[in-house]
């Protein structure tokens, strides 16, 4: 695991650095990619077939760190309408499109919570389900992000991570997109997708830049796995997921 001495606790999305995304500009078009990405809804379906196995309450407190324009929170959220569900995320524009979605869905559980995630405290113990979707690679230190974590659970509570650890490859995933589309008969679609979304393939060029840096994690799933045990979690499942680009784990805090 690589930290980044030089990376501020609070981000600042208006003073972008050369090897650094700009997440503003990234969430203007990211729902379009995603709706795009067979590969991503394959990601959300993973965590909805192990929520189907746990059987949460109702009342359960969920967070999810790095919530973004709030998709996973949307596919969950009917699951926990008496919960407590809180979406962290620095992006101020990226919470404005996830507080549109729960306008527009009828969510009125969730609480975002714009900072860093080691600027927020919630009380020890005190969360069932924490979720990092793609997101523990760009907020370092990792190590701190994930001993945050441990510190919420409760000591049966269960932490989802999906983390994008390889090279970022753009040219792949663009072909791998239009043979999807071909499959699916939306090749009119990924077309116009394609002209619209030109800057989130300009933001994907610069988290390439961020990986080569050390500013964004590259990790194999051992590697993964190392950091997530030595934060204090037993590992319920680890795998490589989302095209051999991210690794999932599922685990539970071994003591809080």
């Known amino acids: 695991m690589k930290d980044d001495p030089g990376l501020p606790t609070t981000f600042d999305s208006s003073a972008i650095a050369k090897d650094e995304m700009n997440w503003d500009a ?3 078009h990211y729902d379009l990619m995603c709706a795009l990405n067979p590969a991503y809804q394959e990601n959300i379906n993973l965590l909805l077939e192990r929520l189907r196995s746990w059987q949460l309450p109702s009342t359960s407190t969920i967070c999810d ?36 979605k729960y306008l527009e869905r009828g969510i ?7 900072d860093h995630i080691l600027n927020i405290d919630l009380p ?33 509570g269960r932490l989802f991570a999906i983390d994008f650890g390889r090279k970022q490859r753009t040219l792949d995933w663009a072909i791998y997109l239009f043979r999807e589309s071909l499959k699916s008969g939306e090749v009119g679609r990924y077309a116009k997708g394609l002209i619209e979304a030109r800057e989130v393939m300009k933001q994907n060029r610069q988290s390439t830049k961020g990986q080569k840096s050390g500013r964004y994690w590259l990790h194999s799933t051992d590697d993964f796995g190392k950091s997530i045990a030595d934060a204090g979690f037993e590992i319920e499942e680890l795998f490589a997921c989302y095209r051999g680009y991210a690794d999932l784990a599922v685990c539970r805090p071994l003591s809080n």
């Open 108 to 114: 009125k559980n969730v609480q975002i919570l714009q």
């Open 65 to 100: 760190v790095g919530a973004g324009t709030g998709n996973y929170i949307c596919a969950m959220a009917d699951q926990f309408p008496d919960g407590a569900i809180f979406h962290i995320d620095f992006d101020a524009r990226m919470n404005e499109l996830a507080q549109q």
């Open 26 to 28: 990234y969430a203007e």
């Open 124 to 156: 020890k113990s005190s969360v069932d389900l924490v979720i990092c979707i793609n997101s523990i690679y760009a907020i370092s230190p990792q190590k701190s992000v994930l001993e945050k974590a441990h510190e919420w659970l409760k000591p049966r």
